[in-house]
């Protein structure tokens, strides 16, 4: 138990649905991130929320839309997904303490896009 | 720019059998670096870290080096278990958006440990 849970576990979903991914810390963090595993390729990080404020990456495709109603929780919401989406959708937090600092991840959401 | 290489899996070692998974690692300034884990069905978690040229993390019976000179941070153990079957990921820190940390990951090596 890392303190960082991730709902849903798995998620299947079509690509006209919208749905939402939640995470939440109760370690006290004030970064918390998105990350997205797809198979041999390097976690790629999505979105960051520093203080509740979102640093921005604008790499990511607008489908995605990140929500950090407060330092403990954080949300992703998706609409109108691609296959290629499918994915390990992981979230982690950290405290803001300096380049040594360790993140704490949850254990993900495998999303699978039909 | 900031980048993590390491070696491809999967790895497949026999039980007491000696590790090493290569990584190296482009970064400008100095990062920290890191070695995570992953086990079946799990999220990352911290194995090991350094902060700093030729400091040495440790965790488990695992080591890893930070050697600035050929910026490398090699992940060894001298007697791999069973259970130590899990996919390995470098990552380093670095500044990102004002006072933000990056965690900028490897591709992970596969362990596979057989009895």
């Known amino acids: 138990e890392t303190g960082v849970t991730q709902t849903p576990r798995h998620l299947v979903m079509g690509m006209t649905n919208k749905k939402s991914l939640k995470c939440e810390q109760h370690l006290g963090h004030n970064a918390m991130y998105w990350y997205k595993q797809s198979a041999k390729k390097p976690l790629e990080l999505m979105f960051v929320?520093?203080?509740?404020?979102?640093?921005e990456n604008n790499s990511v495709p607008s489908r995605f839309s990140p929500e950090c109603p407060n330092s403990s929780h954080l949300f992703l919401h998706l609409h109108t997904l691609q296959p290629e989406d499918s994915a390990l959708y992981l979230c982690?937090?950290?405290?803001?303490?300096?380049?040594?600092?360790?993140?704490?991840f949850g254990q993900g959401t495998r999303l699978t896009v039909v | 720019g900031n980048s993590v290489t390491q070696m491809e899996g999967p790895v497949t070692l026999s039980e007491e059998a000696f590790l090493t998974i290569n990584c190296t690692y482009t970064a400008t300034g100095y990062p920290s670096l890191f070695w995570y884990v992953q086990y079946p069905g799990e999220g990352l978690q911290l194995l090991l870290k350094a902060t700093k040229a030729d400091d040495k993390g440790s965790n488990k019976g695992f080591e890893a080096t930070y050697r600035k000179e050929t910026t490398s941070f090699h992940l060894e153990k001298g007697s791999v278990q069973v259970s130590d079957s899990a996919v390995y990921f470098c990552?380093?820190?670095?500044?990102?958006?004002?006072?933000?940390?990056?965690?900028?990951f490897g591709t992970g090596t596969l362990l596979a440990v057989q009895p």
């Open positions: 990552a380093l820190t670095v500044r990102w958006g004002g006072a933000t940390n990056k965690l900028i």
């Open positions: 929320y520093s203080l509740e404020e979102r640093v």
């Open positions: 982690a937090s950290s405290r803001e303490a300096g380049l040594n600092t360790e993140a704490f």
